[in-house]
């Protein structure tokens, strides 16, 4: 007891506000700097879930939120009935998301910068499929890597229907977020997007892409952005290593 007491004690002592923003990300913010200082060593337990509740005046369920954070974050394993163990100090960028708005898919690209392999007119079922062109009708596609530092994250197509493909040029992807440079280009707001997430086999370009083996496993996100008038602007297709991928809910039990 003693050892945790001296854990506890290296935490601040106060109570969060609401008006702060979510209570388990604060939570998360205040055990995280600890743990990435190295005040909180790898191989250290954190102090027990209750002692934290109190400490900070919230309840079990979100400090046992903002350990999931952490756990997401490469930081710390939760164990069942004991005290979660830190893993890592600074531990390999990953990619991980809560997607609730085009706010939070801007913060999700922090630090990533986007390389431009090619943009041009082809046709493509999915240009069929997705903005009603025929068989023949041609499409406009850019293919790009996105990374962080020298990590390549994901490799991204989008595809745009004619008239709105040939009103861009490849100079124009100068942002991160290509549906933000299509709104800043054109001046169209997309209002909502539509998100699609499916498992996949990396072929040959995906494997060259990525750096992984080809047959390896892919996390493919696939994006539906509509204007305010409800027509399909941009589709992208974001393909990710599967371990360098996770995404994280609550799934709360409302079975009688």
């Known amino acids: 007891m003693d050892d945790l007491n001296a854990t506890i004690d290296l935490l601040p002592k106060r109570a969060l506000a609401r008006a702060q923003g979510p209570l388990y990300r604060q939570l998360a913010d205040i055990l995280r700097e600890p743990i990435t200082s190295g005040a909180f060593p790898v191989g250290g337990e954190l102090p027990k879930e209750a002692m934290i509740a109190e400490r900070f005046g ?3 369920i979100t400090v046992r939120q903002a350990l999931r954070d952490l756990e997401a974050d490469g930081l710390i394993k939760k164990r069942s009935a004991k005290p979660a163990v830190v893993t890592s100090a600074a531990p390999p960028v990953t990619l991980s998301w809560t997607f609730k708005n085009f706010a939070d898919m801007a913060a999700f690209t922090k630090d990533a910068s986007l390389k431009i392999k090619s943009y041009k007119k082809e046709s493509s079922p999915l240009l069929q499929r997705h903005f009603g062109l025929s068989k023949d009708e041609q499409g406009y596609c850019l293919r790009s890597i996105l ?7 994901a490799q991204i197509t989008t595809y745009f229907p004619p008239d709105i493909g040939a009103q861009l040029k490849k100079e124009d992807f100068n942002d991160v977020l290509i549906f933000r440079a299509v709104q800043r280009r054109l001046n169209i707001r997309m209002a909502v997007a539509h998100c699609t997430i499916r498992a996949e ?3 040959a370009v995906v494997a060259a ?3 992984v083996a080809e047959g390896s496993a892919i996390l493919a996100v696939e994006m539906m952005y509509q204007s305010s008038d409800q027509r399909n602007v941009e589709f992208s297709i974001a393909r990710h290593p599967a371990e360098m991928f996770s995404i994280t809910y609550d799934a709360p039990n409302d079975l009688a």
């Open 147 to 153: 990374g962080v530092g020298k990590q390549k994250k």
């Open 209 to 211: 892409d990525l750096g």
């Open 201 to 203: 086999i990396a072929d």
């Open 58 to 60: 919230v309840s079990l």
